[in-house]
């Protein structure tokens, strides 16, 4: 914990809350541990009891503390991070945590920028063709499909937290384990619901089912696919499709992939050479259309 910062403007109790607080997040402070005593936080923080006690009854108000009589203060096991807004509701971390994977629509696949792509594809587009992908995979390998888009669709839930990290910063930085963060997102939600994006995080991390195998394989062949586009475009993702292809682990990934080589990515190509005939053909089709209700209104 932080100790407190004398040009720090806020109050000490509002500062001995943050630092807890923060203590918390990081995981300093585990779900379910006792903190100091009141004594020895205050001598900790250099401040009054009272004021330690103003600073835990704020973290009890926002649900990062529960204090059991006779024992102490101890860390909740399912801390409310972030707080819901509207405590009353059942479903207040629910609404909280749905916001929150909304924020994977502005998170962009940072590996892409170092193509010198400008706006590349979005964390949120990326998992959405996941889950197609995935979809294929378990209908060809006979494996749970409900299960298999579910894995795909929550595989990178937790970079609302810690981000896309690419491969560079992969050599310099270390960040909590998915399941950590994912043990975060879901505190404030009901325990059914949470215990089901715990479930499918550990079962993707574990890579022990077929489907969290598959849900793997569709993350590569993803990649493999955004690459080939982006190449058609004129950026250098080679190194991209090779490291997506070696990673694969299930036939129906590698059966897929090599469709995928050695397929085309502009589909709309037959569409843009046909152009004038299609857009004339639309024009007869909606004159044909629209002379029966002339006729009819001319009787």
Request: aromatic content about 6%; glycine content about 8%; hydrophobic content about 40%.
């Amino acid at each position: 914990m932080q100790i407190i910062d004398p040009a720090d403007p806020r109050r000490p109790n509002v500062q001995i809350a943050a630092s807890i607080r923060a203590a918390i997040l990081t995981g300093e402070l585990e779900p379910g541990s006792r903190l100091p005593s009141g004594t020895d936080l205050a001598d900790y923080f250099g401040v009054t009891r009272s004021t330690v006690a103003n600073a835990i009854r704020k973290l009890s108000d926002e649900g990062f503390v529960r204090s059991r009589t006779g024992s102490g203060v101890f860390v909740r096991d399912q801390a409310s991070l972030p707080v819901p807004g509207d405590r009353d509701h059942p479903l207040a971390g629910v609404a909280t945590f749905l916001h929150e994977m909304g924020h994977l629509k502005n998170l962009p696949r940072s590996g892409w920028l170092l193509l010198g792509i400008p706006v590349p594809e979005s964390v949120a587009e990326h998992s959405f063709r996941v889950a197609m992908v995935g979809m294929v995979l378990a209908a060809m390998e006979g494996a749970d499909l409900g299960r298999t888009v579910a894995l795909c669709a929550f595989h990178d839930a937790h970079e609302t937290r810690i981000g896309d990290v690419p491969s560079v910063g992969r050599a310099y930085v270390t960040t909590s384990a998915p399941e950590t963060v994912t043990g975060h997102q879901v505190a404030g939600m009901p325990e059914r619901v949470a215990k089901m994006v715990l479930d499918l995080t550990a079962e993707y991390e574990a890579t022990q089912t077929l489907e969290s195998r598959l849900a793997h394989d569709a993350d590569k062949i993803e990649t493999l696919l955004q690459a080939i586009e982006y190449q058609a475009q004129g950026y250098d993702a080679e190194p991209w499709r090779g490291t997506s292809l070696s990673a694969l682990r299930t036939d129906a990934g590698k059966q897929l992939a090599q469709a995928i080589g050695a397929g085309d990515p502009q589909w709309w190509a037959p569409f843009a050479a046909s152009y004038h005939e299609l857009r004339a053909s639309a024009q007869s089709r909606a004159r044909e259309q629209q002379s029966p209700r002339t006729a009819a209104e001319g009787a």
